[in-house]
C-alpha cells in the first residue's frame, strides 16, 4: 500500500522551484527553502486526558545505514522491514553526521533549519522531548556508547531539551570504535531497556536509544581489521526484530520509530570514495525510518508506504496524530493506517555539513562548499 504524504496540499511545492536554473536561481531558492521552514510548526494535542490510553514512545536512533546502502548491501529485503506499519521511502535525514542528525531529529517538531541554526539558541517549542514533556512523557535515554565523543551526548543536553540521565548499565561488549570505545551488544541495551520498563510505574515515556553498531571502522573485540558493513547490519535488524517479539510479549502498548541519523556510504560515487561522508549527497542522506504500532491487535500484514519527500517534521506529526487520535485505544487503531499518513508535511530535500549544503532543483543535485557558488553535483 503506498500513500503521498503530502495529499492533496502538495506542500512540497513551497517554495517553487521555476525559473533557470543557474547559481543564482539555486542559492535565492535555497534561501527561500530556510524561510519558509522557518515558522513550521508540528501539530501536538493541548493535552490527554485520563481516558486517552496510554503507550510509550520509543526512538531507536541507528547510525550508518541509508536506503542505498542497504540496496548495495541487499539487505533491503530484510525481514524485519515487513513488520513494521509504515515505512517512509523518501525520508531526508539533512546530513551526513551524528551530531546533527541527532539534532534535527529532537528539534522535529519544527521545520527544518540550517546547520548553524541547530547550534543556536533553544527553541523548546520545537524540542520532542520538552513537547511530550508537556503531556506527561518521562525521558529516558541509553546508547551503545558513552556519548563522551565529540561531546555528542552534552550537546543534546544543551541543544534539544534531553534532561534524561543516560541509563547505563553493564553491557557486554559486541564491537570495539574507531577510538577504542566498547560498544555494548545492541540486543542487550533493547533488553534492558525492555526489563526496566516492565517495572516502571510511569504511565507514559518517550525514550531514545542510540546506536552507533554500524560506524565505519568497528571491529570485533581482539581484532584489528574492521568488521564490514553487511553482517553488522544484518546483526543490528535481527536483533531489533527478536525485541519486537519480545517486546509484544510483554503486552506493553509502545509506538516504536526507527530513524537512522545518515548513511554509511558503502558504495561511494564518482566525487567521493565509499564511506566518506563529507559532501551529504541524497544517497547518503536518504535514510529508511519506519514506525510500528505495538500492542495492537488486527493491524494490517503490510506495511504502508509514504511516498513523499519527508523529514523530521513529518515523523514528529505523525507522533502528533498518534496522540490526537488516541490511536491505541482501538484494535486495529482509531483510523485507518492511510488517514494517519494522510496530509503529513512534505519537505524538500535539501541536507547540511557545517560548510556543505547540497539539494535537489529541478531534478538535479546542487552542492555548495564554504558559502561558494552552487554547482551541480557529478557523483
Not at 551526513?96 to 546547520?115: F, I, V
Request: hydrophobic share 35%; charged share 25%; aromatic share 8%.
Amino acid at each position: 500500500v503506498t500513500a503521498d504524504a503530502g495529499g492533496q496540499t502538495n506542500e512540497a511545492a513551497a517554495p517553487a522551484k521555476t525559473g533557470k536554473a543557474d547559481a543564482k536561481a539555486v542559492g535565492e531558492w535555497y534561501d527561500a527553502f530556510l524561510a519558509y521552514e522557518h515558522d513550521r510548526r508540528a501539530r501536538f494535542p493541548n493535552g490527554l486526558s485520563e481516558k486517552d490510553t496510554p503507550f510509550d514512545i520509543l526512538l531507536l536512533s541507528i547510525c550508518s545505514v541509508s536506503n542505498d546502502d542497504l540496496a548495495v548491501s541487499q539487505l533491503d529485503q530484510h525481514p524485519l522491514f515487513k513488520e513494521f506499519n509504515i515505512r517512509f521511502d523518501s525520508f531526508n535525514a539533512a546530513t551526513a553526521y551524528s551530531g546533527p542528525a541527532l539534532l534535527r531529529l529532537l528539534n522535529g517538531a519544527c521545520g527544518q533549519p540550517s546547520h548553524s541554526e541547530l547550534y543556536g539558541e533553544r527553541r523548546p517549542e520545537c524540542e520532542i522531548m520538552t513537547r511530550l514533556g508537556t503531556l506527561g512523557y518521562s525521558q529516558r535515554l541509553l546508547m551503545d556508547h558513552s556519548g563522551e565523543y565529540d561531546n555528542f551526548l552534552q550537546s543534546m543536553r544543551d541543544k534539544a531539551g534531553v534532561t534524561a540521565t543516560l541509563d547505563n548499565a553493564k553491557y557486554p561488549t559486541r564491537y570495539v570504535g574507531f577510538d577504542d570505545e566498547e560498544i555494548a551488544d545492541s540486543l542487550a541495551v533493547l533488553r534492558h531497556w525492555q526489563r526496566t520498563q516492565v517495572k516502571s510505574k510511569a504511565g507514559r515515556t518517550a525514550t531514545l536509544i542510540n546506536f552507533i553498531a554500524l560506524h565505519d571502522g568497528n571491529r570485533l573485540p581482539g581484532r584489528g581489521r574492521a568488521e564490514p558493513f553487511k553482517p553488522r547490519a544484518q546483526e543490528m535488524f535481527d536483533n531489533i526484530r527478536t525485541f519486537l517479539r519480545e517486546r509484544e510479549r510483554s503486552g506493553r502498548k509502545t509506538m516504536v520509530v526507527i530513524v537512522p541519523e545518515h548513511g554509511a556510504a558503502v558504495r561511494g560515487d564518482k566525487i567521493q570514495v565509499p564511506r566518506l561522508r563529507d559532501i551529504p549527497t541524497m544517497r547518503i542522506s536518504r535514510v529508511p525510518v519506519m514506525v510500528k504500532f505495538v500492542g495492537l491487535k488486527g493491524m494490517p500484514n503490510e506495511p504502508i508506504h509514504v511516498t513523499g519527500n519527508t523529514s523530521y517534521l513529518a515523523l514528529t506529526s505523525l507522533i502528533g496524530k498518534t496522540l490526537e487520535t488516541d490511536y491505541f485505544s482501538k484494535d486495529g487503531g482509531t483510523v485507518p493506517l492511510e488517514q494517519l499518513v494522510h496530509d503529513l508535511p512534505q519537505t524538500n530535500p535539501v541536507s547540511e555539513n557545517g560548510t556543505v549544503q547540497t539539494l535537489e532543483y529541478q531534478g538535479r543535485e546542487y552542492f555548495r562548499q564554504n558559502g561558494g557558488e552552487w554547482k551541480p553535483y557529478g557523483g
